[in-house]
């Protein structure tokens, strides 16, 4: 199953649009607390399938992790459960690098 990337960029662009995306960051508590972002919805990565019911289904859903690995695995899970999700390209590595800089890496 092919899953859809989004680049950061285009993600902030399309929120800013007005359009209704859910960004679900599935990264470990820790690593919130290292380099976040504001407005995601914070389920990590183990915990996904036992609290899909968090999840808007009305909603594409924009999975960010450190790098894109993690992510793209939540988001073909996503999709197997019939959400419409996209891996964001790079995650919070890609964020920091092309949008925000103040935001650490590690």
């Not at 990337?5 to 508590?29: C, M, N, S, W, Y």
């Not at 999840?55 to 793209?72: A, F, H, K, P, Q």
């Amino acid at each position: 199953m092919s899953i859809p990337e989004i680049t950061p960029a285009e993600f902030v662009a399309r929120r800013d649009r007005g359009e209704p995306l859910t960004l679900l960051d599935v990264r470990e508590d820790w690593e919130l607390g290292v380099a976040s972002v504001p407005g995601v919805v914070h389920i990590p990565m183990g915990q996904v399938a036992e609290r899909l019911a968090e999840i808007d289904r009305d909603r594409e859903v924009v999975v960010l992790c450190r790098s894109g690995r993690r992510s793209l695995e939540v988001a073909r899970y996503l999709a197997q459960q019939g959400y419409r999700a996209i891996n964001l390209a790079g995650g919070i590595l890609a964020w920091s690098r092309d949008l925000d800089a103040t935001i650490p890496t590690y």
